[in-house]
């Protein structure tokens, strides 16, 4: 039974009988993945025909692997053999395989608090967010009650920067999806109102959901897009990198550095960019209403002051300062939270992107509640 086989020999077996002729199903050869390939038909059907049998010596099989382990696994029923013979190396495969047979095919009763303590999990980690968002605005909150009592500690510099970043280099992007919003907006009203002879509508109908809506929303949503995600993954590199521990340790604290700047360069910078984006949506809209409504671009600008009240622009601007301070506050949020590893980085970066743009749109509702009666239709 010992004599010695090439370990590249063809996977085979026979049946035989013991000294006491009890059927036997004996194997040679080696049974690993790149021997079984070629005969793993042939092979299947005839451990097939075997599986009645309770004896199975593998001492002369010279080479095994987890290919031709679960083979005979299945084979044998995905349980074990009450009489196996094989070598101690080849043991620990079939071991192993038995654990995961065991904890892959134990009947699992359905249990109705499966769900219940997901929505819980998830309903305790959204709080414990709440409450160090909270917390870290809190924290700002006393720094810059701080500040101003010493305006030359101010990090005049870090703001200036932070409005660079996020307002100036954000007028591009926020121009053409403006634009574009602005023209499709105008156009699809125009189908509709030329069936009721309602051109000049238009003006009242862009102008304030521009005004008051869609121009503070799109510059959020797009600003959480690129500047909260900046921020996150600038202060998760920090992070990575061990900068928020050098500046633990030199004593410079995270919310006045790093978090404060952020809030509120984007409480202003945003304001502005809302401003950018509703001018160039409503310049898109009335290119749009021309071309499809004949309407002159002069009589458009002389009619939308009196088409939309001076009350819907400032509902706009006093909402997106709070988003931009919003937006800050979760970017930098989830931020300093995250663990030092790439991994992190990456979840954190898209778990911020994704929690800004859903608090925009849950404030937005709010500020819509609130304000339903500020800037109706003159």
Known sequence: MSAAISPGAAPDLRETSTLDGT????????????????????LTQRLAACRGITHWDLRMV?????????????????????????????????AHMGGLARGGHRPRSRDWRVPVRRVGSSMLALLAHLVAAVGLLGRVAIDAAGLARRPRRIPWLE????????????????????????????????????????????????????????????????????????????????????????????????ATRLVLPKMVALAISLPLIVLWTDAVAILGGMVAAHAELGLPLRFFLARLPDAVPIANLWLGLGKSVVFGILIALVACHFGLRIEPNTESLGQGTTASVVAAITVVIIVDAVFAVMFSDVGSFG
């Open 62 to 94: 010279s080479a095994l692997d987890h290919a031709g382990a679960i083979l005979l696994w299945r084979a044998w029923g995905r349980h074990h053999m009450d009489e196996l013979e094989l070598r101690p190396e080849h043991a620990a495969l079939f």
């Open 159 to 254: 703001i200036s920067a932070n409005i660079y970043h996020t307002g100036a280099q954000a007028l591009g992007i926020t121009a053409l999806v403006g634009f574009l919003v602005g023209v499709v907006l105008s156009y699809l009203s125009a189908q509709q109102l030329k069936q009721f002879g309602a051109d000049i509508y238009i003006i009242n109908l862009l102008g304030v959901s521009v005004i008051r809506e869609l121009g503070p929303v799109l510059a959020a949503v797009l600003i959480a897009g690129r500047s909260g995600s900046a921020i996150t993954a600038q202060l998760g590199v920090m992070r990575v990198t061990e900068e928020l521990d050098a500046m633990t340790v030199m004593g410079i604290p995270h």
């Open 23 to 42: 059927p036997c199903v004996e194997l040679t050869g080696a049974w690993n993945l790149r021997s079984l390939g070629p005969r793993l038909p042939q």
